[in-house]
């Protein structure tokens, strides 16, 4: 009796030493999207819109708060396509000052890291 009764403490605390370990349930990364501009250019202002587009949902996020020339919004880990949009103020290397619009674009990005996933993107400027 006594040896069943150790046997089912053993198997007791095998099983709840087992059972006890804790989950990775944090889904979300915060995507840093930086824009990598030129050199030939010195920027005065900058504004855009990104907008990430889940390869496995389809679901889109887009935001206009940048800092400096970096986007961070919260998403799902996953890949994503990424579209940037906007308008960048210059100063070129004849050290005239212009205004364009840019755009900086990703077919596939993956956003899997924690805390943080971070990505960089050349931007094209568009003709006027």
């Known amino acids: 009796m006594k040896k069943i009764l150790n046997i089912c403490t053993i198997c007791l605390l ?3 030493l087992t059972g ?3 989950e990775q349930t ?5 995507a840093r999207v930086t824009l990598d501009i030129p050199d030939t250019m010195s920027v005065i202002q900058i504004q855009g819109t990104l907008t990430l587009q889940s390869l496995n949902t389809t679901l889109n996020v887009s935001t206009a708060n940048m800092n400096g020339h ?3 919004t919260t998403v799902l ?6 579209d940037v949009n906007g308008m960048v103020k210059y ?3 004849d050290g005239l000052s212009r205004t364009r619009h840019y755009r900086a674009h990703s077919d596939y990005t993956p956003f899997a890291d924690m805390p943080f996933s971070n990505a960089d993107l050349p931007i094209t400027l568009l003709e006027e």
């Open 26 to 30: 944090d889904y979300h990364t915060i």
């Open 77 to 82: 880990r996953g890949a994503y396509k990424v």
């Open 20 to 22: 006890c370990h804790q």
């Open 91 to 93: 100063t070129g290397r």
């Open 70 to 72: 970096a986007f961070e």
């Open 14 to 16: 095998a099983v709840t």
